[in-house]
């Protein structure tokens, strides 16, 4: 039973996290559509 619950546990936050990096790089997406630019933490990406 334990180890089930740490299976789905890690599988749900392995999941979460490409949830999380999934809606960034949409944000940037469309910030990138308004934009030509746009600097996040010192990265410059250019469209």
């Known amino acids: 039973m334990e180890t089930t619950f740490k299976i789905l546990f890690s ?24 934009t030509d630019h746009v600097s996040v933490m010192g990265v410059l990406m250019t469209s």
């Open 11 to 34: 599988f749900a936050v392995f999941l979460f996290c490409f949830v999380i990096i999934g809606l960034f790089l949409l944000a940037i997406k469309i910030i990138l559509l308004f």
